[in-house]
């Protein structure tokens, strides 16, 4: 099958211009180009493509023709008109008559496979199953694989309920499945397990619950914890996977299981994230992301599900998107794309050249962009970036000068710190700070905390829904020195924002401001001050 680690990123971003965000402003013009296209790009569920000798393969159940089928093109925008090759039919009366789920097409040792999950029509009885090729022809038919048991059903230890299987290669070279699991024989909770492989055909050894849905994220409506999908990068093996509810519009998000050991197995070995991708302007609900390589290798791009409607019975659809890769090899997905914004194809399709997928730490926001508005969001003033910790600005004026962090602008609880150092103050502005922002989700959507040294006070601002939330100051501490490096630190729990200042607990208008804000980018904003930042960073996510 082919692996994430043997994915090698080699154009970066050089200057600001061609960066992340600036980028995203500009493939976001409706209409700015014939090398674009649009979300959703065609209407299907629980995505899976692989990319082999040069063809994108993408699979799924009850396309009208067979209870399995996949769709082959040359690129991945070609996908969306690409025609259904039914490729198996299920057996009737059987263990694996019903319910087929998210068959994934995977090609391991020169050989095709289909890994699915069904029942025989109860879903407390879904199990995993696999499809082996009758040949070479990846569209040719598939015949339940001989894996010693019943229908090609592929067993572990537990026996238990079983959805969403994927196969991959972990950082140790070892074969690997994944699912989502019960702790039961039934359908009475969602987790995420690993099991280890002999081959494609059979697990051994002990399944290994690794994941459940602890955080308040993965409980929006439901404790869910399925569609995971494996990969590794740079030596270290990670596992995306969907989390809460799949059939509500706006509850369905995705989570990041971690592994930089060699103990596949070990659940202590894993660490969590998420949301690392929501819900955000009028994408909603995305989930099971995949990710897959561009043409010609320069960009990873990400395909999803989501709602483009909060009614009752919107259905879901496919969408894409460009994703970027931190500099700590983890996957920044941004905000969804709204549908009907238009978006550069991948890099290598219809003569277009990308800027590659490696992360900018500062530029634009994600959110503007997001809704094709090209105009707000985007960096203001002059800006020295040194790291994704620490930058400068340079420029004097009025109006609010902006820089943004490039990372995952998804969670939903956090701490963020910064230490600031004042530079200088000009004469343009008749209310001259700095300060940053502690969420930024688009322009009609925000929170920020300044300093103000001309009126000796910490100050907080927010726009929810377009409507301004209000200023409110509390005093500068005593012996507080701009020059100095002093430190603001802005916990953001659900929508409370409490502030501190060189470690030291603001009172009035800066304890426990609410603001009704899932999530948002953090930034530094500037009005007719030069300031240096350095610390910059968002911890304590849950």
Same mark, same amino acid.
């Given at each position: 099958?082919?692996?994430?680690?043997?994915?090698?990123?080699?154009?970066?971003?050089?200057?600001?211009?061609?960066?992340?965000?600036?980028?995203?402003?500009?493939?976001?013009?409706?209409?700015?180009?014939?090398?674009?296209?649009?979300?959703?790009?065609?209407?299907?569920?629980?995505?899976?493509?692989?990319?082999?000798?040069?063809?994108?393969?993408?699979?799924?159940?009850?396309?009208?023709?067979?209870?399995?089928?996949?769709?082959?093109?040359?690129?991945?925008?070609?996908?969306?008109?690409?025609?259904?090759?039914?490729?198996?039919?299920?057996?009737?009366?059987?263990?694996?008559?019903?319910?087929?789920?998210? *068959?994934?097409?995977?090609?391991? /040792? $020169?050989?095709? &496979? +289909?890994? #699915?999950? @069904?029942?025989?029509?109860?879903? =407390? !009885?879904?199990?995993?199953?696999?499809?082996?090729?009758?040949?070479?022809?990846?569209?040719?038919?598939?015949?339940?694989?001989?894996?010693?048991?019943?229908?090609?059903?592929?067993?572990?230890?537990?026996?238990?309920?079983?959805?969403?299987?994927?196969?991959?290669?972990?950082?140790?070279?070892?074969?690997?499945?994944?699912?989502?699991?019960?702790?039961?024989?039934?359908?009475?909770?969602?987790?995420?397990?690993?099991?280890?492989?002999?081959?494609?055909?059979?697990?051994?050894?002990?399944?290994?619950?690794?994941?459940?849905?602890?955080?308040?994220?993965?409980?929006?409506?439901?404790?869910?914890?399925?569609? *995971?999908?494996?990969?590794?990068? /740079? $030596?270290?093996? &990670? +596992?995306? #996977?969907? @989390?809460?509810?799949?059939?509500? =519009? !706006?509850?369905?998000?995705?989570?990041?299981?971690?592994?930089?050991?060699?103990?596949?197995?070990?659940?202590?070995?894993?660490?969590?994230?998420?949301?690392?991708?929501?819900?955000?302007?009028?994408?909603?609900?995305?989930?099971?992301?995949?990710?897959?390589?561009?043409?010609?290798?320069?960009?990873?791009?990400?395909?999803?599900?989501?709602?483009?409607?909060?009614?009752?019975?919107?259905?879901?659809?496919?969408?894409?998107?460009?994703?970027?890769?931190?500099?700590?090899?983890?996957?920044?997905?941004?905000?969804?794309?709204?549908?009907?914004?238009?978006?550069?194809?991948?890099?290598?399709?219809?003569?277009?050249?990308?800027?590659?997928?490696?992360?900018?730490?500062?530029?634009?926001? #994600?959110?503007?962009?997001?809704?094709?508005?090209?105009?707000?969001?985007?960096?203001?003033?002059?800006?020295?970036?040194?790291?994704?910790?620490?930058?400068?600005?340079?420029?004097?004026?009025?109006?609010?000068?902006?820089?943004?962090?490039?990372?995952?602008?998804?969670?939903?609880?956090?701490?963020?710190?910064?230490?600031?150092?004042?530079?200088?103050?000009?004469?343009?502005?008749?209310?001259?700070?700095?300060?940053?922002?502690?969420?930024?989700?688009?322009?009609?959507?925000?929170?920020?905390?300044?300093?103000?040294?001309?009126?000796?006070?910490?100050?907080?601002?927010?726009?929810?829904?377009?409507?301004?939330?209000?200023?409110?100051?509390?005093?500068?501490?005593?012996?507080?020195?701009?020059?100095?490096?002093?430190?603001?630190?802005?916990?953001?729990?659900?929508?409370?924002?409490?502030?501190?200042?060189?470690?030291?607990?603001?009172?009035?208008?800066?304890?426990?401001?609410?603001?009704?804000?899932?999530?948002?980018?953090?930034?530094?904003?500037?009005?007719?001050?030069?300031?240096?930042?350095?610390?910059?960073?968002?911890?304590?996510?849950?």
């Amino acid at each position: 099958m082919n692996s994430m680690k043997d994915i090698v990123y080699t154009l970066a971003c050089r200057t600001l211009s061609i960066c992340l965000f600036v980028a995203l402003a500009a493939i976001l013009i409706r209409g700015a180009s014939s090398q674009t296209f649009t979300n959703p790009i065609f209407t299907s569920q629980d995505p899976w493509v692989t990319y082999v000798n040069g063809t994108y393969y993408y699979s799924e159940s009850y396309c009208g023709s067979a209870t399995v089928c996949i769709k082959a093109s040359a690129t991945l925008t070609g996908l969306s008109s690409a025609p259904w090759v039914g490729v198996w039919n299920a057996p009737a009366n059987s263990p694996n008559s019903g319910e087929v789920w998210a *068959p994934e097409a995977h090609y391991i /040792n $020169g050989q095709w &496979y +289909i890994y #699915y999950a @069904a029942d025989d029509g109860n879903n =407390n !009885n879904h199990r995993l199953f696999v499809l082996q090729a009758n040949s070479s022809n990846p569209l040719g038919s598939y015949s339940e694989a001989n894996t010693g048991f019943p229908h090609g059903q592929l067993t572990e230890s537990t026996g238990n309920w079983a959805i969403d299987p994927d196969v991959f290669t972990a950082a140790d070279g070892r074969l690997y499945v994944t699912w989502s699991c019960s702790t039961t024989p039934i359908a009475d909770n969602q987790n995420i397990c690993v099991a280890q492989m002999s081959d494609p055909l059979h697990t051994i050894g002990s399944t290994a619950l690794i994941a459940q849905p602890t955080q308040a994220w993965e409980q929006r409506t439901a404790l869910i914890e399925e569609g *995971p999908i494996g990969y590794v990068r /740079n $030596g270290k093996t &990670y +596992i995306t #996977y969907s @989390a809460s509810a799949s059939w509500v =519009n !706006n509850a369905y998000c995705v989570g990041l299981l971690t592994n930089t050991t060699s103990s596949i197995l070990d659940p202590s070995s894993w660490t969590k994230q998420g949301p690392i991708f929501d819900h955000h302007g009028t994408a909603y609900g995305p989930g099971s992301v995949v990710f897959v390589q561009s043409v010609d290798g320069k960009e990873t791009w990400s395909l999803y599900h989501g709602f483009s409607s909060l009614k009752k019975n919107a259905v879901r659809n496919i969408r894409m998107q460009k994703l970027y890769w931190g500099s700590d090899d983890t996957p920044v997905p941004g905000y969804p794309i709204n549908p009907g914004v238009a978006i550069l194809v991948p890099s290598g399709e219809q003569g277009y050249v990308g800027t590659g997928s490696i992360l900018s730490d500062w530029g634009s926001a #994600y959110g503007d962009a997001a809704e094709g508005d090209t105009l707000n969001g985007t960096v203001v003033g002059s800006w020295v970036n040194t790291d994704r910790h620490t930058s400068s600005s340079m420029s004097l004026g009025s109006g609010w000068h902006q820089n943004f962090s490039g990372w995952n602008p998804n969670f939903e609880n956090y701490t963020l710190s910064a230490s600031l150092q004042w530079v200088q103050t000009g004469t343009s502005s008749s209310t001259p700070k700095y300060g940053v922002y502690a969420a930024y989700s688009d322009v009609k959507n925000y929170a920020s905390v300044w300093i103000d040294i001309k009126n000796k006070v910490v100050a907080s601002y927010a726009v929810v829904n377009g409507a301004a939330q209000g200023w409110a100051n509390c005093a500068l501490p005593s012996g507080f020195i701009p020059s100095n490096t002093n430190t603001l630190l802005i916990v953001k729990t659900g929508n409370v924002f409490n502030i501190s200042l060189n470690g030291s607990s603001l009172s009035g208008a800066c304890t426990g401001r609410n603001f009704s804000l899932l999530n948002g980018q953090i930034g530094l904003v500037t009005e007719d001050t030069e300031a240096n930042y350095s610390g910059v960073t968002v911890s304590n996510t849950y």
